[in-house]
């Protein structure tokens, strides 16, 4: 398979943000945007991605034998690194200015990717932020959130608590059981607006390490299909881990890096 040369073209072509689109990521930590991807490109990626993830998985378990962490959706990590098409996604300049605008910084760099296939029946992806798995020295990271398809609530699209990266309590807590009641009572005492809407075809959001978030269950007999890419400041500076999973991180996405230094290593390449 081979990327068509108006797909390889609208790759590189930029996405217009406006100066309230900025603004209110700046506020909130999230924004989601329409028609980031046309119809040509999101078909094509969809089977490519598909096509990669098939070949990937190797989790058999029944659904309900999972724990609620496998239950929520089957995770590929670094598509990139197996794919030469799919590739042409991750390494975007497309995505990877928007993604630099948003946060306002001079360009980024990929930290990884990772396919979210949440499964015909799947459950909630419990509350959680991000960061707390990463060794990053600031909060200059973001995820772009792109589902591969339409992402009516059924399907469980992405949720977010607008402007919850002020919130500290919680920051501690590993993606599961507790961090979803822990957080959702966190939540339910604050002024942040919880948000849940579909996804056009196309529409993708974005999101910073801090925001907390969470995903429906999909409760159709249809795959959800998302592909995320998080980037980061291309000056980010590795910091001593503070949990197992971010020395976990570090050696699995940052192999090389150096405690104090910028993180340019062959996995963390300059995107935009």
Known sequence: MQVPNSIQS???????????????????????????????????????????????????TPLEERSTYGKAFLQLFNLWTADEVVKELIFSKRLGKLASDLMQVDGVRLYHDQALFKEGGGGITPWH??????????????????????????LGPLEFSAGSHEIVEGRELEIGDESEVLIQQKLKITDFKHVIE????????FHSGWVFHRAGANTTTEMRKVMTIIYMDKNMILK?????????????????????EVIDTTLNPVIY
């Open 10 to 60: 609208f790759l590189q072509t930029p996405y217009t943000l406006s100066p309230e689109q900025v603004a209110h990521y700046q506020h909130y930590r999230y924004i989601k945007l329409k028609e980031v991807l046309n119809a040509e490109t999101l078909d094509f990626f969809n089977k490519a991605i598909t096509e990669r993830v098939h070949l990937m998985n190797e989790n058999t």
């Open 240 to 260: 001593n881990p503070e949990n197992t999973n971010q020395l976990n991180d570090w050696n699995t996405w940052c192999p090389g890096a150096k405690v104090g």
């Open 129 to 154: 932020a991000d960061q707390y798995y990463w060794p990053l020295e600031t909060d200059k990271t973001i995820t772009a959130w792109i589902p591969l398809q339409e992402t009516p609530l059924e």
């Open 198 to 205: 579909p996804f056009d075809a196309g529409e993708i959001s």
